[in-house]
């Protein structure tokens, strides 16, 4: 397991600062990305990078940058409204 573990995070994973961050295409795509249907084809096994997004600071910061991220990523603004309380806390969770 602990092979397959390494094996994944050298084909997959990059470092970027103190984090690792999942390898993307040149466009800014994710490699489990499909291109033609738009979702993602790890959903169910994705990492915290990914099950925490949007709610990164660094999208959290402004209204601005919270438009920034909306106007690239058709799943935001979608589905139930959560309180700044519920974002933290599911934040927390997954870190």
Known sequence: MKD?????????????GARVSLV??????CIFLDPT??????YHAR???CRT????A?????????GLAASN????N????YSIQEIEKRVDHEM
């Open 24 to 29: 993307e295409y040149s466009d800014g795509d």
């Open 73 to 76: 990523c058709p799943g935001c």
């Open 58 to 66: 660094s999208n959290l910061k402004s209204p601005r940058t919270w």
């Open 53 to 56: 997004w949007p709610f990164w």
């Open 4 to 16: 397959n573990i390494e094996e994944f995070e050298r084909k997959f994973t990059r470092q970027v």
């Open 37 to 42: 249907l738009r979702n993602c084809t790890v």
């Open 78 to 81: 979608q589905g139930p409204l």
């Open 47 to 49: 990492p915290s990078q």
